[in-house]
């Protein structure tokens, strides 16, 4: 079936440094990338997407890239502060079967004052 | 971004009862809402696409008489949890897509003893 690959699962970065996490998906018809911010306990919240007509997107402080020929998307955060510490979720669209999202293993960043 | 709620947000039941968990759109219309588990520092596991009027279609492995879905409107979605064992106990997560971002209620933490 279609999946997603997420890394690095766990993320470190001093606070002011910048981090990376990637994913790269199989379903070559995967339209719609979005990623999501999770805090404990909490509900996933979109923080930024893009789609496939688009190579990458910024707001502030987060950006994603896509590489349709390669099939990966990067999430990049800058100026990271602690309050970026959470768990990442990326995603990619597929039509496999039915319209539904196929989410990635999660990268929980933390960020160290 | 749209608003989705989320009822109850903690259970603790018996084992052998059934749980019914709510999920509405607040402020746009859901024709496709989605239910997820989540076990603790793992990923989203889509369970079943609710459809509104329709039946709801089931990701492989998860039994249709042990997790009921009914999607009677265009902002209710119910889970139902039959016959609930320990086994059972997670994080469960509904989302709805105005168009085709998905918003996550604030989840349902379900203890079966």
């Known amino acids: 079936g279609e999946n997603v690959e997420q890394h690095p699962s766990t993320l470190s970065v001093q606070e002011g440094d910048s981090a990376v996490i990637k994913c790269t998906y199989s379903d070559s018809a995967s339209n719609y990338f979005p990623w999501y911010k999770q805090e404990l306990g909490k509900r996933p919240q979109l923080i930024i997407d893009?789609?496939?007509?688009?190579g990458e997107k910024k707001d502030q402080r987060i950006a994603v890239t896509l590489n349709k020929t390669a099939k990966h998307f990067s999430l990049h955060i800058t100026e990271t502060q602690p309050e970026d510490s959470a768990v990442y979720f990326c995603a990619a669209s597929t039509t496999s079967g039915t319209y539904k999202y196929i989410f990635g293993t999660g990268t929980r960043l933390k960020v160290l004052a | 971004g749209a608003v989705v709620s989320q009822h109850p947000s903690r259970v603790i039941c018996k084992s052998g009862t059934s749980v019914k968990i709510e999920c509405r759109s607040l402020?746009?219309?859901?024709?496709?809402m989605f239910w997820y588990r989540q076990f603790p520092k793992k990923s989203l596991m889509l369970m079943a696409t609710?459809?509104?009027?329709?039946?709801?279609?089931?990701e492989q492995g998860v039994e249709k008489d042990k997790f009921l879905i009914n999607h009677a409107s265009l902002t209710l979605s119910t889970l139902t949890v039959t016959s609930a064992h320990p086994e059972d106990s997670s994080f469960y997560i509904c989302?709805?897509?105005?168009?085709?971002?998905?918003?996550f209620g604030p989840g349902t933490r379900l203890l079966v003893l």
């Open positions: 893009i789609r496939s007509n688009v």
């Open positions: 609710s459809n509104e009027g329709s039946k709801a279609t089931y």
């Open positions: 989302s709805a897509e105005p168009q085709e971002t998905q918003y």
């Open positions: 402020d746009f219309q859901a024709t496709t």
